[in-house]
């Protein structure tokens, strides 16, 4: 049995192929009278498609979304919401190659172990494709969430990262690459490019901050919001490491220096440090969340690697197509997109034992 479906109170279920006619995602759990249009998803759809730069695959999708239920004369009804969006640009030939012999670092294989058949074009539901769904849904959940601002950026690429000191939100939508660091994003530039050029790919990691998120959200045990968070963020496609606050830093720290002091203010406690990135216990402190994410280098390259095919014979194999010479960019939006659908669902899980 293959598991297709998040959440627990707010459950989302992603449906469809990278080549075939269409994807999308069915939200179920969705407040009623919540105000709702396609034009409130469109946005966040935009800031994820392909072909805006010479930095992400060409294939050229319009990603337009469309509401089949759950919508009635501009509010959400309570009922499942149903998101749509076509395909109109596959080239499933340019996998000819790929229908033989399996890539290294893609999911080919385990898919080929699992089911004893894959579709082999574009990977299928092994695509960051599906991510596109995703994005959607998370439009949506962001509508739960009023008062929480949801912020995700680059912050390296390959080995280059950015200048914390120099860092600026406002930079984020003045480059291709989500970066808050005009400096690294015009380094970024060269090293993506030359990536491309070259038929190869680069990893990057891509930092998530969740501001005005009220204490109290997430449970001591099996349901903490931190481990939530982490699995939605390992369950995006090409993602290999997730780091809530200081994550592994925090192994190198003595007691005191990982300690968040408090003291007492005015509206609460205010906290010195945020070294455990907003959330102890598995319930959130009313800090920032932050986590960050790393992305593998895309495993459809030019360049030959040494493979197996179906029959187990040696070869080799070179992807061709279009595809992004580092994923973890358009990976941010997706981001996003989890962090909001996890803390809506951890919000109503709150509203439901709490009140």
């Known amino acids: 049995m293959s598991w297709n479906t998040f959440g627990r109170v707010l459950r989302f279920t992603t449906w469809g192929e990278?080549?075939?006619p269409?994807?999308?995602?069915?939200?179920?759990?969705?407040?009623?009278?919540?105000?709702?249009?396609?034009?409130?998803?469109?946005?966040?759809?935009?800031?994820?498609?392909?072909g805006q730069s010479k930095f992400t695959t060409q294939r050229k999708e319009p990603d337009q979304v469309k509401i089949l239920s759950g919508v009635f004369e501009g509010q959400t009804t309570g009922t499942p919401i149903?998101?749509?969006?076509?395909?109109?640009?596959?080239?499933?030939?340019?996998?000819?190659?790929?229908?033989k012999a399996y890539r290294p670092g893609h999911a080919d294989y385990a898919y080929d172990a699992k089911y004893g058949f894959r579709d082999y074009r574009g990977g299928g539901r092994s695509s960051a494709r599906e991510t596109a769904a995703r994005v959607a849904a998370g439009a949506v959940a962001r509508l739960i969430l009023p008062d929480v601002k949801i912020t995700a950026?680059?912050?390296?690429?390959?080995?280059?990262?950015?200048?914390?000191?120099?860092?600026d939100f406002a930079e984020i939508g003045n480059n291709p690459f989500f970066c808050p660091d005009a400096a690294a994003a015009k380094r970024w530039e060269k090293l993506v490019d030359d990536a491309r050029k070259a038929g190869s790919s680069l990893g990057a990691v891509v930092e998530c901050v969740a501001e005005s998120v009220p204490a109290g959200w997430g449970a001591p045990v099996y349901a903490?919001?931190?481990?939530?968070?982490?699995?939605?963020?390992?369950?995006?496609?090409?993602?290999?490491?997730?780091?809530?606050g200081d994550g592994f830093g925090v192994a190198k720290l003595s007691g005191e220096q990982n300690a968040d002091p408090m003291r007492a203010g005015d509206n609460g406690p205010e906290f010195e440090a945020n070294h455990a990135g907003?959330?102890?216990?598995?319930?959130?402190?009313?800090?920032?969340?932050?986590?960050?994410?790393a992305f593998k280098?895309?495993?459809?390259?030019?360049?030959?690697?040494?493979?197996?095919?179906?029959?187990?014979?040696?070869?080799?194999?070179?992807?061709?197509?279009?595809?992004?010479?580092?994923?973890?960019?358009?990976?941010?939006?997706?981001v996003e997109a989890m962090m909001a659908l996890v803390l809506a669902d951890h919000k109503m899980?709150?509203?439901?034992q709490c009140g």
Not at 82 to 99: F, G, H, P, T
Request: glycine share 12%.
């Open 224 to 244: 903490k919001l931190d481990a939530d968070l982490a699995g939605g963020m390992m369950s995006i496609n090409a993602v290999k490491g997730v780091e809530i």
């Open 153 to 167: 950026y680059v912050s390296q690429i390959g080995d280059d990262e950015i200048d914390r000191s120099a860092m």
């Open 82 to 99: 149903s998101l749509m969006i076509e395909n109109v640009d596959q080239r499933s030939k340019d996998y000819s190659e790929v229908a």
């Open 349 to 352: 899980l709150h509203r439901a």
């Open 297 to 334: 280098p895309t495993s459809s390259i030019l360049t030959p690697v040494d493979t197996i095919d179906r029959d187990g014979n040696n070869t080799e194999i070179r992807t061709k197509g279009r595809h992004d010479p580092c994923v973890g960019i358009r990976g941010t939006p997706v």
């Open 18 to 20: 990278s080549h075939g």
């Open 278 to 293: 907003g959330i102890s216990g598995g319930i959130s402190t009313g800090q920032p969340v932050v986590c960050r994410v």
């Open 22 to 50: 269409a994807l999308g995602a069915v939200l179920d759990g969705c407040p009623p009278g919540l105000a709702l249009s396609e034009s409130d998803i469109q946005p966040f759809m935009d800031a994820r498609k392909p």
